[in-house]
């Protein structure tokens, strides 16, 4: 998938600056999609030229102006037509914590065990920050009631998906910091 994919996905909520993108990013497709501002801003600039954004410049006092950039109708059809293409193979996990929890039993298991838990305290983080979200989007509706309602379904769908990973991080999280305490206890008494 494609960084301009996940910019028109974002998109679709409505017009929106760079800045606000970047920001929001993390608000609407960072649990599926990692970007930083930069590669969002070059990105942009290339949609732009390409005709799948169009931007009006806002002009504001005491500050410089913004861009705010929409979907143009050749965005929209790109967005359908990549919809119509299925997707490809599920992406492989690049994680250095899950090497490192490889590597633990020869290594330092309580260094380990300390990237384990900022990783719990990481993913509790983003999980409340969903949880926020999905309160914003269901408004004080039930699901069904939101499923039967909202215009769009997209967004909460891949939003449950996120809060499922990150329940999942903090299940396993838990499972290692108890594993790995009690190697820990195994080397320790070997040592003596």
Not at 3 to 25: I, P, Q, T, V
Request: charged share 30%.
């Amino acid at each position: 998938m494609a960084l301009r994919n996940a910019l028109m996905a974002a998109l679709l909520e409505g017009e929106a600056s760079g800045y606000d993108l970047a920001k929001g990013f993390d608000a609407t497709v960072a649990n599926f999609w990692a970007a930083t501002p930069q590669q969002l801003y070059r990105e942009l600039e290339r949609m732009e030229a390409d005709g799948l954004v169009a931007a009006r410049v806002v002009e504001q006092e005491r500050r410089p102006n913004k861009r705010l950039f929409s979907l143009t109708d050749a965005g929209r059809e790109a967005v359908r037509a990549y919809t119509a293409v299925p997707p490809g193979r599920p992406a492989v996990v690049r994680d250095e914590l899950l090497v490192k929890v490889q590597c633990a039993d020869v290594g330092d298991i309580e260094t380990v065990r300390t990237a384990v838990a900022e990783r719990m305290e990481w993913a509790t983080a983003k999980l409340a920050r969903y949880e926020r979200i999905r309160q914003r989007l269901l408004a004080g509706r039930s699901e069904e009631a939101y499923f039967a309602e909202a215009d769009r379904v997209g967004p909460y769908l891949t939003l449950l998906r996120g809060m499922s990973f990150e329940r999942e991080n903090l299940q396993w999280g838990e499972l290692a910091l108890r594993r790995l305490a009690q190697r820990a206890v195994r080397h320790t008494q070997q040592s003596e």
